[in-house]
């Protein structure tokens, strides 16, 4: 059975780990000790937090040490361990490392670091970086497999939905704590408080730039920094139950990392 890991458990990388272990793969997954996922019910990083996350029908479960995960591989689930710095590759000395982190930029994923190295997005570079990396703006060549070069550059523009781009996706106003108003599936209107934002005595509020529906909200009680992203708006209401389910984007993704681990499968059993 190969060995694989996934560094990141947001969103997108959630959907990359669920198809894996839908395929029958066992995934370790990496984490940093306070992630921000936005899209956080179908977010396997909220494990650190909790303990444990589930996301259609898939448990991902904390652990303290590479030393449980076989534990928690044997009741079908996935280990989450906390290593933002990757520091675990050497000693797990996987077949395959997925740089699933969305960072826009390398946080710290080399090509060295296992036979098969898959980036995803911008950041990275084919060669220096990672063996392969799978596009992800949404468009014509969302989930392309990139064999030379980069993805393209994160225009820092959301994708279009309905008409609304970078009105979907809400930031910071300043730093301070972020407080919960309203949170993932509520319906809400433009100019609608949703969050508040409280900098010693000074709580700013967070207003809805459409009306639609809450898909993303960070933790209550996160820390946040000014311009951190903090919420997305999906203006079509009739979205609620997908609010809980892995985005297409996801599934697309996912479906070329499937691709390349099964080939490199195949290769390695000639």
Same mark, same amino acid.
């Given at each position: 059975m190969l060995k694989i890991i996934v560094r990141g458990g947001g969103d997108l990388a959630t959907g990359v780990i669920h198809r894996l272990w839908g395929a029958g793969f066992k995934v370790l997954v990496l984490?940093? !000790?306070k992630p921000a996922a936005i899209r956080r019910?179908?977010?396997l990083c909220e494990a650190v937090y909790q303990g444990n996350a589930q996301v259609e029908g898939l448990t991902a479960h904390l652990i303290n040490s590479l030393a449980e995960a076989d534990a928690v591989w044997e009741r079908g689930e996935v280990p989450v361990l906390v290593d933002a710095a990757a520091e675990s590759v050497?000693?797990?000395a996987?077949?395959?490392v997925i740089d699933a982190i969305i960072a826009k930029r390398n946080l710290g994923t080399s090509s060295t670091m296992a036979p098969l190295v898959i980036a995803l997005g911008p950041g990275f570079s084919v060669?220096?970086? !990672?063996?392969?990396i799978v596009e992800t703006k949404r468009g014509h060549n969302l989930g392309r497999i990139i064999r030379s070069g980069s993805a393209a550059p994160n225009s820092g523009v959301p994708g279009n939905i309905a008409g609304y781009s970078k009105e979907r996706v809400l930031h910071a106003p300043c730093a301070g704590v972020l407080h919960v108003v309203h949170d993932i599936g509520s319906i809400v209107e433009k100019g609608e408080t949703i969050a508040t934002i409280t900098d010693g005595a000074n709580q700013v509020p967070v207003t809805a730039t459409l009306s639609g529906l809450i898909r993303g909200m960070i933790r209550d009680?996160?820390?946040v920094t000014e311009g951190f992203k903090i919420a997305d708006i999906d203006p079509r209401k009739e979205e609620l139950a997908n609010c809980f389910t892995i985005s297409d984007k996801a599934r697309c993704i996912a479906g070329s990392v499937l691709e390349l681990v099964c080939r490199y499968a195949q290769?390695?059993?000639k």
């Open positions: 984490e940093c !000790a019910q179908v977010a050497h000693a797990f996987p077949d395959i060669g220096a970086d !990672a063996d392969v009680g996160f820390a290769e390695k059993e």
